[in-house]
Structure formats: structure tokens, C-alpha cells
């Protein structure tokens, strides 16, 4: 059965510094694609980054970038510069083939200071 | 371009009542997926409709159901409510040739609270 895993329940970070956010997931499928997304305290969930099991390249998108690794069975975001608008919840997801449904983790709540 | 809608913002209801949650997709859309995120959770897959039809369930009781309409709205209906359906639930639409790079969007969600 599929499943993610977010190991930080937290994390804080100084405005502008990088922040990595862990993300490792199980599933015995070959073909499977992984999503981060963004939750505020406005509750809605904001769709950043996607990486696919047979891309080769890291994803990348803005400050936001994947850092990918199949056999470690691993996704884990990278946002570069970080702002205090980047405090929220985010969460790790996972979509295998043939299925509908998005897999979640637990979250990582984080928290930008000035 | 309009994004993901969901109606109402906030519930209050009692035990036993039945609740009806509408989502509208994003413009373009054909597939409708709804989850319900207990509060410090991740969101839990509830079913997801395309063409009028049940797709895919999750791990849900009958008392959860749906419905989508031909403009590819929908309407999420949970009967005899417990306490423990106090969450928020979350609409999300996609395109369903997207494959497996599918996205997801997400609405604003539903805060369901049961007393």
C-alpha cells in the first residue's frame, strides 16, 4: 500500500535562508507521480511542485525545487530564499497509476522569521 | 480563470443531521475529487466522480455520498452525522486525460463542525 511520510512536525527558518522540507514515500508500483502542496491557514491547498517516477531531471518551478531520489524513495522541497509568506503547512502526496485518489503525508507545519 | 469554489465557507451542525458540501471545478475541468482533512491531518481520500459516475472510493462509510452534475459540479452529502465527521473538506478538480501528471486543484474548503 501506498504511503508518505514526513518525519518533521515542524520547522523554523530565518527569512531568506533555503529551507528542505523531508518527504519519503513506499509503493510498489514502478510508475507513480509526487506532489507538494502548500496549505496556509486559509485552509485552501496550493499546488506546487510535481515530479514524475521516470523524469530524470529535478523538478523545478520558481523558488520551489524537487529534490528527487528513486532509490531512496525520497522527494524532498527545496525552497531557496525563503519569505514570510512561506509560513503554512505543507504536505507530500502521491498518485500511482491508475489510481484517482492523492496519497498524503502528515504535513510540516513551517514557520519563516524575520 | 476561475479556480476551484466551494460552498458554504462554515457549518454548524448537530448529531444525526445530514449535510449537503457543492464544489465547482476549475474552468476546464471534467473530474471532481473530495477529501476530509480531521483537524493536524493530512486530507483523506473520500471518492472521485467524473462523468456523472463514482470513479473511485476511499475507505468511507454509505453514509458519504455524491453526486456530479452535466456542467461537472458536484455535491458531497454525508447522512446521520457523527462527531467525528467534524473536519475540513476539501474539493479538488483535474482534467481526467491529464494523466499521470494530473493535477490536482484545490477549493477553499468546507469547515464542518458537528455538535
Known amino acids: 500500500a501506498q504511503k508518505i511520510t514526513q518525519t518533521q512536525p515542524g520547522m523554523f527558518v530565518q527569512e531568506k535562508e533555503a529551507v528542505t522540507l523531508d518527504c519519503t514515500y513506499d509503493?510498489?508500483?514502478?510508475?507513480?507521480?509526487l506532489f507538494w502542496y502548500k496549505q496556509p491557514s486559509s485552509g485552501e491547498m496550493i499546488f506546487l511542485i510535481y515530479q514524475g517516477s521516470y523524469d530524470e531531471q529535478n523538478a523545478t518551478e520558481g523558488r520551489y525545487s524537487l529534490n528527487f531520489q528513486k532509490a531512496r524513495k525520497s522527494a524532498n522541497l527545496v525552497i531557496s530564499a525563503s519569505q514570510l509568506g512561506d509560513s503554512a503547512m505543507y504536505f507530500c502526496?502521491?498518485?500511482?497509476?491508475?489510481?484517482?485518489?492523492?496519497?498524503f503525508g502528515q504535513g510540516t507545519r513551517l514557520t519563516i522569521n524575520p | 480563470d476561475a479556480g476551484v469554489t466551494q460552498s458554504p465557507t462554515h457549518l454548524i451542525k448537530t448529531r444525526g443531521q445530514q449535510v449537503t458540501l457543492r464544489c465547482s471545478p476549475k474552468?476546464?475541468?471534467?473530474?471532481v475529487s473530495w477529501y476530509q482533512q480531521a483537524l493536524g491531518q493530512g486530507p483523506q481520500f473520500i471518492f472521485q466522480y467524473y462523468e456523472e459516475e463514482e470513479r473511485q472510493r476511499g475507505n468511507f462509510p454509505d453514509r458519504f455520498s455524491g453526486h456530479q452534475f452535466p456542467n461537472y459540479s458536484s455535491e458531497l452529502n454525508v447522512n446521520a452525522l457523527l462527531l467525528g465527521d467534524s473536519a475540513l473538506y476539501l474539493c479538488?478538480?483535474?482534467?481526467?486525460?491529464?494523466?499521470?501528471?494530473?493535477?490536482?486543484?484545490f477549493g477553499p474548503g468546507t469547515r464542518l463542525t458537528v455538535l
Open positions: 474552468s476546464g475541468h471534467d473530474t
Open positions: 502526496a502521491m498518485r500511482e497509476r491508475g489510481a484517482q485518489k492523492l496519497v
Open positions: 509503493t510498489s508500483d514502478q510508475s507513480y507521480g
Open positions: 479538488a478538480s483535474s482534467l481526467a486525460s491529464g494523466g499521470m501528471t494530473d493535477t490536482q486543484y
